[in-house]
């Protein structure tokens, strides 16, 4: 069984998918027509999206709508697309976070508030692309493995849509992760194993369902195309610039080499000069093959079994992780990983100087930027934007232990003055 | 001791709030100059902001910043505003919910989706307006009592200025907004007793403590200005217009009073036409004086002692219920309450259709909107926008009971067709 054969009758059909002209190959860039596949059968690496975007002007993106659907003419999707319910993602906070820059010792620091999306993290803007190529070529079921936030963004954007859908998480993922993939009335389903397992799950029944799609599976050489939109709204809320240096989180790598794939085709279009951008990684001591394959100088990730809080980023054989390592290399960045506990620290960091509550994923970017900055290997002169790509509220029990009320008091204002400290 | 007895020293100091011109008292319209005052001492009536507006344009709102400072020459704040590390609420959704209308069997429904907030709730917008006049009032503190959501932006919005906070909450909080208060690193205390003590304590504490805002208790006339983001983002949303029906959540009143103000305000700068618009109040049935007094015909409200899982609107006491009540009857609305048990239907039949995940409050508010329409009070062929105001992640064990994954299946396609019916 090969990557399409079950896919929707896509032989001999030609589907509008805005500017995006066919699929080539990672490895060796073989050429295919554009359909529902993700694998090269040429040369077996991933199949990624190429474009004849013609011209885009600045003009036409500023006139367009407040959604992710303003670089529509970038993205792999119908010129149509907004008019199709959907959740509407992205055009999120870039704050500039200069009390977070003043604790780090750092010159200029700006945050990129994905918290702020329709399900509260980056992964409505991915899902809100899958959904119109999924829609282009038919599909009528949207689906996932997840180790949470794309679970909740899936089965919103399918309610939206009014799709079914099919979700598949482990079974040990947080309480707020599996009630808000559930109440949107989806196929929710736990599996007992942890997010390689799921994944494994999801890549075989994508070839036995043919009218699923899935969403990081068989179309996600679509789905992926949708991070790029991280380094769009960076770049034109910077005023049309490339920042100095970002630090992204790795769970997959995919999110990192399409914020680098997007600042290259602004740069290529001309919408923004081709400045250096120095891209950084971000992983969890817990699961960090990307960051042990970076300091071990290797090109190959070795896979490994996930044991942190860190949960979104628990994806112990990251499928672009030779890529990641290719980009932060040729860029001249680095990759860390920081513990559990200084995860839970750059939460609290984060959350204290700037009143933005991340969840691990952005305790993860924030505690490896510190640790990079120690290290001499973050430029405290250059000017970063750090990609805060989930919402705090979705895992509270990593902050649980160390944070809450200062004290319970009866109602008086003696008793105030006294819990702080006042009489 | 008075309501202004121990406000930082204003005798003889004017205030740049922007537009905003004097304090009028609501039941006989005293005059009195710009401060940090919320009751008048001539007929003890609240105070509310007058303004001396000029001329607003389209074009001069339009072309402001993607937050409520867009409306900033509407609003009781400096012209500077914007330069203030804030965290630039308000600019949310405004999504046409044709699922949710084809359910209800109306014409059309739009959503007010304010859970994209930064703290994801309506209440980011009042309290970036009280921080802006606090700090031109030379406050240091900001303070309030809270049923939750206030508590999380309050902390927020302190720890992004870099002012310290002191958050009063009841002890029986659900633990996202107590966690979601406590990380930001203010002083948050958690009282024992139920909100409308914790609200009595605050204003005993005001008068105390000379450099602290309590934002909705004597900074509250600038406080509940924020809430007319609400029809000023909705009427420039649906085109430049009122809708013509629009259900509001009733905790304080406070919103419902102001939404009705900024569309009058909208009209009467010529922003839009005149055209009437119906409000409606929705209150949980375990905490409905208000609708108790609607449905009773009274003009003054008997306060209760709150028992519902709305906690969010669980104010016994509402101090704009008589406004509430006058507004929804000269505008040919109506109140009505549910139980509990229809404010979790209203959160799933929301999720379900249109994919957002609201909190008790936004339960409360699809389920009366449900409610009234059967009973023939909302009409099914006007224009409706319903206001959702806080997120669903913060009252989790609300939907808890019912909602969860259809299967935990192990890791094989077998396992999975089998829990979905497919063989």
């Known amino acids: 069984m090969t990557a399409a054969a079950h896919s929707p009758a896509t032989t001999g059909k030609t589907f509008d998918l805005g500017p995006a002209a066919e699929l080539v190959s990672k490895e060796e860039g073989h050429r295919q027509p554009l359909a529902p596949e993700f694998v090269s059968l040429e040369d077996f690496s991933p199949l990624e999206v190429a474009y004849d975007f013609g011209r885009v002007r600045r003009e036409d993106i500023e006139a367009g709508p407040r959604s992710i659907w303003r670089y529509k003419h970038l993205l792999p999707v119908p010129s149509t697309v907004e008019q199709h319910p959907n959740t509407e993602p992205g055009c999120t906070r870039l704050v500039r976070a200069d009390n977070l ?30 959904l119109a190529a999924a829609r282009e070529f038919g599909f009528k079921v949207l689906a996932c493995p997840s180790t949470g936030n794309l679970a909740n963004a899936v089965a919103a954007a399918a309610a939206r849509a009014g799709w079914d859908s099919v979700v598949l998480v482990p079974k040990t993922l947080e309480r707020a992760k599996i009630l808000m993939s559930a109440v949107y009335d989806g196929s929710l389903l736990a599996v007992d194993g942890n997010y390689d397992d799921v994944n494994r799950l999801a890549t075989e029944l994508a070839g ?44 997959s790598g995919s999110q990192l080499t399409k914020v680098y794939k997007g600042f290259n085709e602004f740069a290529q279009l001309d919408l923004i000069e081709d400045s250096p951008v120095r891209i950084f990684g971000a992983q969890a001591s817990g699961c960090s093959p990307v960051s042990s394959a970076f300091k071990g100088g290797h090109d190959v990730v070795q896979p490994v079994r996930p044991d942190t809080i860190a949960r979104s980023l628990a994806i112990g054989a990251p499928a672009d992780g030779p890529y990641v390592l290719d980009i932060v290399r040729k860029t001249g960045g680095a990759i860390e990983d920081v513990t559990d506990e200084e995860v839970v620290e750059g939460i609290r960091l984060l959350a204290r100087t700037e009143g933005i509550f991340a969840e691990t994923a952005g305790g993860v970017t924030v505690a490896t930027a510190k640790k990079l900055l120690e290290a001499g290997k973050l430029d405290p002169d250059a000017e970063t934007v750090l990609l805060i790509t989930g919402d705090g509220l979705k895992t509270l029990d990593a902050v649980q232990d160390g944070i809450g009320p200062k004290a319970t008091v009866a109602p008086s204002t003696e008793a105030v003055d006294e819990a702080l400290g006042l009489r």
Chains 1, 2 share one sequence.
Do not use: C, M
Not at 223 to 241: H, I, M
């Open 101 to 130: 820059a003043k604790a780090l010792g750092v010159k200029q620091i700006w945050i990129k508030d994905d918290t702020g999306n329709p399900t509260h993290s980056f992964k409505d803007r991915v899902v809100a692309v899958a």
């Open 208 to 251: 036995e369902h043919e009218d699923w799609a899935f969403v990081n599976v068989n179309v996600r050489p679509y789905y992926s195309e949708g991070s790029k939109t991280l380094a769009f709204e960076v770049a034109e809320q910077l005023g049309w610039r490339k920042p100095e240096q970002i630090v992204v989180p790795i769970a």
